[in-house]
């Protein structure tokens, strides 16, 4: 196991809470900028995300190599295709699961409306492929993973890391699935499927020894949902 970090558990309570503030920030920007527009959320979450990855990079650059932000042991096209495998079978589990091809919750409101405007596209592909994982990664896997997994051990910390990333999914990206689709299926995208691709991100940084590679595979996440919403539109 690496080293304890230079941080304990209440700096990173701090930064869970610093990223969470960053995105209801966010939020209420996107709202205020696009009003009603469908892609209002999406764009309000891609600026919190953005804004929560500056406030972790900034607040912990005194300390960026136990970030981890370094070169994965892994090459990373290797990791990228190994967590297009990882978001394929979890799809098809889910798809088992609920019965439905359904978005996931941060891009749902996207998929609510008639067509999908230029602006609602880019904004997809921005929060889910750049500041989703950009925020995501900085917070749980480079600087809480370290300290949960050195209070609580390996297994352990990477456990309580993807629930309180999957908390984090629940808590900003609210899944609000029509309840005809069936009850299983908020609870499916709401909240089981954050916490496994988090526990598969978890193991992806503990195994590379690096965020840079679980960045990457976030990224592969996030695109393969942007795919699956233009399958579905």
Known sequence: MESAPPWSLTATAVSIAAAVVAMFAGTFVGLAWFDTAPHAAVAGWAVGGIMGALLVYQTRRTHLNALKLSASRTPILFVMF?????????????????????????????????????????????????????????????????????????????????????????????????????????????????????????IIRVLTGSTRAALAAHAIFGLFAVIKLLLIR
């Open 82 to 202: 190994i967590a297009l495998g990882v978001a394929l079978l979890l799809d098809v589990i889910g798809l088992a699961v609920t019965g439905v091809f359904s978005p996931s919750p941060e891009l749902l409101i996207l998929s609510a409306g008639g067509t999908i405007s230029a602006a609602g596209w880019i904004f997809a592909i921005l929060l889910m492929v750049i500041a989703q994982p950009a925020v995501e990664e900085l917070v749980f896997r480079a600087v809480a993973l370290p300290s949960l997994r050195h209070a609580l051990g390996g297994w352990g910390g990477m456990i309580v890391c993807a629930a309180l990333s999957a908390g984090f999914h629940l808590l900003i990206y609210p899944p609000n699935y029509a309840p005809a689709v069936g009850s299983i299926t908020p609870i499916w995208y709401g909240a089981l499927l954050p916490f496994l691709d988090a526990l598969a991100l978890c």
